[in-house]
């Protein structure tokens, strides 16, 4: 089945993942307005990244998978009926979304050739593999446009003008006024909630050492969960950090991210949030497949990462004990900030 691109006035993205992989799908919404500025874009989400889809200014409509899980079949395909999409990309492929989609009459169901169950409910099958790719996970998800006539996969340049993503909100006053402007603030993001391998807490604390207090401002975020394995790390702060960790919401969050200079992490949803905004988005990453920079490193005009360069395997069976992220050492992140300012 040829696609008609002229006649496809509304595109329903599903992502329906962590905050970090929908972020790098903004800008796949980004070149599609551009190319189909007629039509509207839907994004189909769970709850949790609403806060940030909704601040895309390519997204028209926002949809919420945890709504639509909610309903039983007919629920899910009449759900789908009511937003009327011409075209649906599975960017995250999802059987019951895939199902619902067929059902639901979508007339364009495009999704990977490399899950089974889009070969009987998807009508355009686009054959690459996440797993085994050289490409970035940002302009992956471009492969799902080749039906269309549109091979182009856009380097990370230009992915980074691509990303929409505004925020115009503040946050709490009494963080804000705690930011100076004086003094170059960065966010450490230490945890990941188990999502990534992680640099260790002493690297984290011997950077803000290293980094001089007249010139350097540090807030400390993550979840409420990591409260407790961050403990004692918080207790032993240094005069110029602020505790922020389980106080902000990520509408509180985004908004502090906004006004900051920038952030070190390892690959987090935040990182790559600071990247979209176009701050300096620092990442820590394992040289290990496929969770290495070339796949997930920061997309924007300001990130940078570290990776020993080498290929290792070691910690693939205990994560906990990855030595390549702690040979990444402190005084060469702090090297690359001191040159910031």
């Known amino acids: 089945m040829n696609i008609q691109a002229e006649k496809i006035k509304k595109i329903l993205i599903s992502r329906t993942d962590a905050i970090g992989d929908v972020v790098l799908t903004l800008p796949l919404a980004g070149y599609l307005k551009e190319k189909f500025p007629h039509a509207s874009l839907a994004f189909l989400g769970k709850t949790y990244t609403y806060p940030v889809i909704s601040k895309c ?3 028209d409509e926002f949809y919420n998978y945890d709504t639509f899980s909610g309903f039983d079949a007919d629920g899910r395909i009449q759900f789908l009926k009511d937003i009327n999409p011409d075209l649906i990309l599975h960017v995250f492929p999802r059987e019951d979304v895939a199902s619902a989609a067929r059902s639901a009459g979508i007339k364009y169901r495009i999704g990977t050739s490399h899950r089974l169950f889009h070969w009987w409910t998807c009508n355009q099958l686009v054959s690459f593999s996440r797993k085994n790719s050289a490409l970035h996970e940002a302009q992956l998800n471009f492969q799902l446009l080749k039906n269309f006539g549109l091979e182009e996969i856009p380097t990370l340049d230009k992915i980074a003008g691509l990303y929409g993503l505004a925020v115009k909100d503040l946050p709490p006053e009494h963080y804000l006024t705690w930011i100076n402007s004086a003094k170059s603030t960065f966010i450490i993001h230490p945890g990941s909630n188990a999502s990534a391998r992680e640099w260790s807490l002493a690297h984290y604390r011997d950077l803000m050492r290293y980094l001089p207090s007249a010139k350097f401002q540090f807030a400390i975020t993550g979840t409420e969960s990591e409260q407790d394995q961050l403990q004692d790390f918080l207790s032993m702060l240094p005069a110029n950090a602020i505790n922020l960790v389980g106080k902000l919401s990520l509408d509180e969050l985004l908004a502090f991210i906004a006004r900051v200079d920038g952030i070190v992490s390892a690959s987090t ?6 990247a979209a905004l176009g701050k300096h988005a620092i990442g820590i990453y394992p040289p290990i497949r496929p969770m290495h920079p070339g796949r997930w490193a920061p997309a924007g005009v300001h990130s940078k990462y570290f990776c020993v ?8 069976n205990n994560p906990k004990k990855c030595h390549c992220m702690n040979e990444i050492s402190s005084a060469s992140v702090a090297d690359y900030m001191l040159a910031l300012v």
Not at 269 to 274: E, F, M, N, Q, S
């Open 57 to 59: 200014s390519h997204v």
């Open 269 to 274: 949803g935040p990182l790559h949030i600071a």
């Open 309 to 316: 360069e080498r290929a290792c395997n070691d910690c693939r």
